[in-house]
């Protein structure tokens, strides 16, 4: 049994124990119309990754498989992260404006059509489902949790319940990702590279269908220009230090995060030969089972998704975030440190994926609390510009494996200090009573809710006097 495959089953223990711990970490809800809030929520949300995670592991085999150059290959994801960095702070204000729930079904019908451009081999078709990729990559990462963190407050269900939505979309995605790798691959071994994408497209269909029948409609702010909501969403990043913060944070680790994604094949194919002959060492590519790591790094995912439900008891998500993100940084120092070791450097990898396990949900939480909701999804995907140029950077000046985790061990070093420095506002703004708590949710609800909510506070104030 390789390395590989034993810490798969390692992870898995370890992952069933600390479920089972912490299954009740957060505050457990007796409330009918929160749970079935929640399971509307992520049947949609899980079905819209499914449809990404199907077509993810295939799409370089295709591109090899039309005959398609390195350079062509090159192009063909810049296309993606460009798309996604020019036009998805567009589509973030179309969403508030034009609704969060009809940007999502755009996400499916963008998406699906980006799976019928993979039937062809033409390179100029496949760059145009690479931009339509991009955009809709966009909406996955904003509407989405928009459309979410607006329900949950217009329903008046308790702030702190979108954690456990946030936590349990971690542990159902990183199931969903391997479940989908492995239809994936099934289907790509029956039927040819193209067929995952197909799957994928009757995915992305039944989740149009969900959402059309099952979910409502909200907005940002309707009445604003295009202009405007970008003019609203920059103030308040340079008004508001905290949201600022996060938006740092964000652009930072992600940054880091796919960078990783784009170097740990790389990075766990290289090993060390001792010649006996003359004492030197020669560096060789080994193959790696590129499925049991995938499987490991998502158990190690899970795992940070059951960690985040014991950490938040313990310590406001400010506060141990700043913990997080330097083993992050710690851990992706190992390809610098102990090249060619497989062990150690897996090891670290896997550190790395539970950091981003409890990086998910964390910051979900964190933009649910602080990010005003006129602009929430022009907001979020303002802070992906940043990201987006890194990984850009990245793929076309072709650096050496050290210098790229250099880099990314900087990132989240700085992303530490960002933290440190919302923990200190969170903690001179934090407020202890019942009323003041209330109020500080205001920010984070359209106008109307805050009207109600203005005159319930009024209310309980009189009926304190």
Not at 22 to 28: D, G, I, K, N, Y
Not at 229 to 258: H, N, W
Not at 267 to 279: H, Q, R, V
Request: hydrophobic residues 50%; contains cysteine.
């Amino acid at each position: 049994m390789d390395i590989f495959l034993g810490g798969f089953y390692i992870l898995v223990a370890l992952c069933a124990i600390l479920h089972l711990a912490t299954r009740v970490a957060l505050p457990p809800t007796s409330d009918a119309s929160f749970n079935a809030f929640q399971r509307t929520y992520l049947v949609v949300y899980l079905l819209a990754m499914a449809g990404d995670w199907l077509q993810g592991p295939h799409v370089y085999a295709l591109y090899e498989n039309y005959g398609m150059t390195m350079e062509q290959i090159d192009l063909l994801f810049v296309a993606g992260f460009g798309s996604s960095m020019i036009f998805g702070t567009v589509v973030g204000s179309v969403a508030d404006r034009c609704g969060r729930r009809t940007n999502c079904i755009m996400y499916g019908v963008l998406y699906g059509l980006t799976c019928l451009t993979k039937h062809s081999s033409n390179f100029y078709v496949l760059m145009f489902g690479r931009l339509l990729g991009g955009i809709a990559t966009s909406i996955l990462y904003s509407a989405f949790e928009s459309w979410l963190v607006y329900e949950h407050h217009k329903r008046g269900f308790d702030s702190n319940l979108l954690g456990n939505i946030f936590s349990l979309g971690v542990l159902g995605n990183s199931m969903v990702a391997i479940g989908a790798g492995l239809v994936a691959q099934k289907f790509a071994d029956t039927f040819g590279f193209v067929a995952p994408f197909d799957v994928s497209l009757l995915t992305l269909m039944l989740m149009v269908i969900l959402i059309v029948m099952t979910w409502s409609e909200n907005y940002g702010d309707k009445t604003s220009s295009l202009a405007h909501s970008f003019g609203s969403a920059f103030s308040t990043i340079r008004a508001d230090p905290k949201v600022l913060c996060l938006g740092l944070i964000q652009s930072l680790f992600e940054g880091a995060m796919y960078c990783f994604v784009l170097e740990w094949t790389p990075s766990l194919s290289i090993i060390y030969i001792n010649n006996k002959s003359n004492g030197s060492t020669e560096e060789k590519h080994s193959d790696i089972p590129h499925g049991h790591i995938f499987a490991a790094f998502m158990v190690s995912l899970m795992i940070g998704s059951s960690l985040f439900k014991l950490l938040c008891k313990l310590a406001p998500v400010e506060s141990f975030m700043r913990f997080v993100l330097f083993a992050a940084a710690l851990s992706l120092t190992m390809p610098i440190f102990y090249k060619g070791n497989q062990l150690y450097i897996f090891g670290g990898f896997l550190v790395f994926e539970t950091c981003v396990g409890i990086f998910w949900p964390s910051m979900g939480t964190m933009r649910g609390k602080y990010i005003a909701e006129e602009t929430r999804a022009t907001t979020m995907n303002i802070f992906r510009v940043p990201l987006n140029f890194i990984v850009i950077i990245i793929l076309l000046q072709h650096l050496e494996l050290d210098t790229i985790f250099q880099f990314c061990t900087v990132l989240l070093l700085v992303a530490v200090l960002c933290q440190h420095w919302l923990f200190t506002l969170y903690e001179s703004t934090a407020k202890t009573t019942p009323l003041h708590e209330k109020a500080m949710t205001l920010r984070s609800v359209s106008m109307l809710e805050a009207q109600r909510l203005q005159k319930e506070l009024g209310e309980e104030e009189e009926e304190m006097v």
